[in-house]
């Protein structure tokens, strides 16, 4: 059965559980966890303004993020078709156009919440949904480079929420070793998304998505990914250690050696191994990430 036909099965409503599918919430925990680390690093208490707190996590992860997996499976719609024909979208069990639907109603949703969150949050926000829409739409289409696609959505993943929630938190600009460490971390995430294009690599070839597990192929891709990860995170205990954060670089840098470990199994089967690293290695550089908010909350 083609794509077109299965978008118009006959199904009035779309599933509810099809629905939370679509918007994915596993993927909701990075930018969620980037955000409160803005809030660790920002050095406000967090009980000055909590509802500021939780406001940016529902809209880190569950608005803007779902927003984005819902535009992004509207548009990959004939590449899910054949990485993953179960799909809500390509199965049917989201009919029509309400896929695009639900993904401009939480554009909106997502543009209101953020204007609650001040200036600093508002462009933010903005920033944020622009973002989802080019990565993953005609014309701009970002996700069809295997070097523009995995940094936008890094930026966008962990370094923007990162900012975001110093921002907000601060009421002002965050001070400049946020932004470098925020950035860095950022940086480093493009390896962690090189690492999900592995899943779907066949759909990426015959759709002419060149990732880079397609331009490179799976063991250059893989060390590449490796690389990205790693060099940031190096970048990052040097910064603290130079700013007298010792302990904390010590910490990230024991991390960092366990993702050596976990890289060299990667790398023994990049294909294979790329689901078990993003549970392993994935889960060391976010650790890092709130180590480091809290190395730079005790420079203020």
């Known amino acids: 059965m083609s794509v077109s036909s299965e978008l118009h099965i006959d199904r009035r409503l779309p599933q509810p559980r099809a629905m939370l599918t679509l918007i994915k919430p596993i993927t909701w925990f990075p930018p969620v966890w980037a955000y409160l680390c803005g809030v660790v690093s920002s050095g406000v208490p967090v009980m000055s303004a909590p509802w500021l707190v939780l406001i940016g996590m529902v809209l880190a992860g569950p608005v803007v993020c779902g927003m984005s997996q819902a535009a ?8 899910d078709a054949i990485n993953e024909p179960n799909r809500p979208i390509p199965s049917g069990a989201i009919p029509g156009r309400w896929g695009l639907w639900i993904a401009l109603i939480m554009s909106a949703l997502a543009l ?17 949904v622009l973002a989802a829409w080019a990565y993953s ?9 295997g070097w523009w696609g995995p940094g936008l959505v890094g930026l966008c993943y ?11 938190l601060a009421a002002g600009a965050p001070s400049w070793q946020v932004v470098v460490v925020a950035l860095l971390y950022a940086t480093g995430a493009h390896g962690i998304m ?14 002419g998505v060149n990732s880079l597990p397609v331009t490179l192929g799976p063991e250059r891709a893989a060390r590449v990914a490796c690389w990205i990860m790693a060099l940031p995170q ?19 840098a024991v991390l960092l050696a366990v993702q050596f470990w976990a890289m060299r199994v990667l790398l023994s089967d ?4 790329a689901p078990w690293y993003n549970g392993t290695g994935v889960l060391l550089y976010v650790s890092g990430m709130m180590i480091a908010a809290f190395a730079i909350r005790g420079l203020s």
């Open 72 to 79: 992004n499976d509207w548009c990959d719609r004939h590449v």
């Open 234 to 252: 190096v970048a990052v205990i040097a910064l603290l250690a130079g700013w007298g954060q010792i302990w904390h670089a010590l910490a990230i």
């Open 137 to 145: 739409a005609e014309p701009v289409r970002l996700k069809k480079s």
């Open 158 to 168: 962990e370094g923007l929420p990162w900012f975001t929630g110093a921002a907000v």
């Open 194 to 207: 090189t690492l999900n294009d592995f899943k779907a690599l066949e759909g990426d070839r015959q759709t």
């Open 112 to 128: 209101a919440l953020g204007a609650t969150l001040g200036p600093w949050g508002f462009g933010a926000t903005v920033f944020g």
């Open 270 to 273: 990049p294909k294979g191994r």
